[in-house]
């Protein structure tokens, strides 16, 4: 029997001495991360899944996990002969985990999960369905811990304080912003438990996740009251002294529940996608607890003018690292081995090269030929494929620096392609311009526009399964909310100040893949009778590959705006580059 079926019957004798019928697991953490650190990562150890989405649920007899198009192709490798079903997620007529468990368990049954590694929203949906269906739940339990041996245990990474410089609001600043809207909305206090909200709130950084600079705590802000929990030993004097001078009083992580249970007769702001079910239900036996959206979640996506400038200088860092990749490509491959795994290591030592680099924004993704195919794949030594001067590869890479955080995919040409790969590849590239051209009006959401960047793809009767742009922090978390540029209803408009990746692509399973992928953020337009306009602009600055590109594809305006586009690359990059850096970027920048 595999490790991985080991650990499934050892869940299920812990479930038969607990008398449950199911058990759920979301791979998240207390504070709902999209990446968590080691001690949370249970969806990969009870699965062997690696994919950063999905969840998973144990029966008695059964065992499925749902992830979305991103993972298919990995999901199924990584599931082979554990028992688990891979369920496909997001997709209009998909069984979701709810309707999957009311139909394999009897009225009366008991699903068990760990309601603190569950948002209040997820909950509140599970109870919906389950008890029409005389399902019980119980949320107060931790398998895992009975089942996990050697269990990492907290993270202990040394944490840090962002300058004003490039955060451009003082703490101060930020408790007095938080604490208007407080007032706006006749609350009391706020609770904030997602990392990258805290960390942008109190100005400070760290490393308790890997990829994401963020560090381990929870917060409490009111009026008189400013709390922030977390492990004081991870600061120094020095900045545990600035934030006692800005009035945070700092309390351990660990008292964080019994600290929430003090409070009484208040009104509470959590927002219910980002706050853990074991919070609300502390919250709400004598408070009353108010719904909204994270304040400094939405305060975080607009970019002040330092964070924008901060952004700017990453991505030109970012473009002088990714010319010496490009350098170092070219004059190694076909004299010597190099694999997909060879690449993202040499992604990140360019990058490492670079002032204020901090570390990979997430691990690179690197697929030549059929590996491309796989959306996110995360290569290693032993799955590496090597590298022939022929076909396309793609990476999809990005850096931490001190000033911003940066994500670029590009897909390029190792040597003799074939015509399809370029038809691809150009239909890409125009979904690509599309999006980054729209003007659009004040009040826009990002599934309006989404179709902009597959129009060329679907008129070919083609598509991709993932989203078009995720939000991107500023020396953050490199997914951010709360708007989004995909198919989905997210009802958050576009606002001047958010940045977006805008990434189409095409996969053809057993072949390669294609992704194109620019950071753009909103700016002001126009305004005239007919309303405010908004428009994007391009943050990135790295060549697009043209011998991959067919022109009798594209129209004047779209040859028009690659031959702008690395004009401006060539400008932004020229004043940092070496000699041989120069050669190299104003043959890959040539007009078409």
């Not at 001495?17 to 009870?46: C, T």
């Not at 586009?565 to 104003?586: C, F, G, I, M």
Request: with cysteine; aromatic share 10%; net charge negative.
């Amino acid at each position: 029997m595999n490790k991985i079926k080991e650990r499934i019957e050892a869940l299920r004798k812990e479930m038969k001495e607990k008398n449950l019928q199911a058990y759920l697991i979301n791979g998240s953490d207390p504070h709902m991360s999209e990446y968590v650190p080691e001690h949370w990562q249970s969806r990969p150890f009870m699965s062997g899944f690696t994919g950063s989405f999905g969840y998973m649920a144990v029966t008695t007899d059964k065992a499925a996990l749902w992830t979305d198009s991103r993972y298919y192709l990995q999901a199924g490798e990584e599931l082979k002969d554990t028992g688990i079903e891979m369920m496909k997620a997001r997709e209009p007529e998909a069984v979701t985990l709810e309707q999957w468990i009311t139909g394999e368990l009897q009225p009366g049954s008991t699903v068990g999960f760990d309601g603190t590694c569950y948002s209040f929203a997820e909950v509140e949906g599970f109870e919906t369905v389950f008890g029409k269906n005389e399902l019980r739940i119980e949320s107060d339990i931790d398998l895992l811990n009975e089942v996990w041996e050697n269990r990492p245990g907290m993270p202990d990474s040394k944490a840090f304080l962002h300058p004003t410089k490039w955060a451009g609001l003082s703490r101060s600043d930020k408790f007095s912003e938080l604490n208007k809207e407080l007032e706006k909305s006749g609350v009391d206090l706020m609770v904030l438990s997602a990392l990258d909200d805290i960390g942008w709130t109190f100005n400070i950084r760290g490393a308790d996740v890997e990829c994401n600079p963020v560090v381990l705590a929870f917060a409490v802000i009111g009026k008189n009251k400013t709390e922030l929990f977390v492990d004081k030993t991870k600061f120094d004097e020095k900045a545990l002294s600035e934030l006692k001078n800005d009035g945070v009083e700092v309390k351990p992580y660990e008292s964080f529940y019994d600290e929430l249970k003090a409070i009484q007769g208040q009104s509470v702001m959590i927002d219910p996608a980002r706050s853990n079910y074991r919070i609300y239900n502390i919250l709400e036996v004598n408070n009353k607890v108010v719904r909204q959206l994270s304040v400094p979640a939405l305060l975080k996506s607009c970019k002040n003018e330092a964070e924008l400038a901060g952004m700017k200088k990453a991505h030109v860092s970012d473009g002088i690292a990714l010319l010496d990749f490009q350098l170092w490509l070219e004059e190694k491959l076909g004299k010597e081995t190099i694999t997909e795994y060879n690449v993202a290591m040499k992604l990140e030592e360019f990058r490492s090269k670079q002032e204020g680099y901090v570390g990979t924004s997430f691990f690179p993704i690197v697929g030549y030929l059929h590996h491309g195919a796989i959306v996110h794949f995360r290569v290693s030594p032993e799955t590496a494929n090597e590298l022939k001067p022929e076909g396309i590869m793609l990476f999809d890479s990005g850096g931490q620096y001190e000033y911003g955080t940066t994500d670029i995919t590009r897909t390029i040409s190792l040597g003799s392609v074939t015509y399809k790969m370029k038809r691809d590849f150009t239909q890409v590239l125009k979904g690509m311009i599309n999006l980054s051209n729209v003007k659009f009006p004040k009040g826009t959401r990002g599934c309006h526009l989404d179709v902009l960047a597959r129009a060329a793809l679907w008129n070919d009767q083609k598509n991709y399964g993932h989203g078009t742009g995720h939000g991107v922090g500023a020396f953050m978390n490199v997914h951010e909310g709360p708007g989004s540029i995909r198919p989905d209803l997210n009802n958050q408009p576009l606002r001047p100040g958010n940045i977006f990746s805008d990434e189409p692509g095409i996969y053809r399973a057993g072949e390669y893949g294609i992704r194109i992928e620019n950071l753009i953020h909103v700016v002001e337009g126009v305004e005239n009778e007919f309303g405010t306009f908004y428009k994007f602009e391009t943050l990135t600055k790295f060549p697009i590959c043209t011998k991959l590109i067919d022109t009798s594809l594209l129209t004047g305006d779209e040859i028009n705006w690659i031959n702008d586009y690395h004009k401006d690359v060539l400008d932004s990059l020229s004043p940092l580059a070496n000699a041989e850096q120069t050669q190299l970027l104003r043959r890959l920048t040539m007009p078409l």
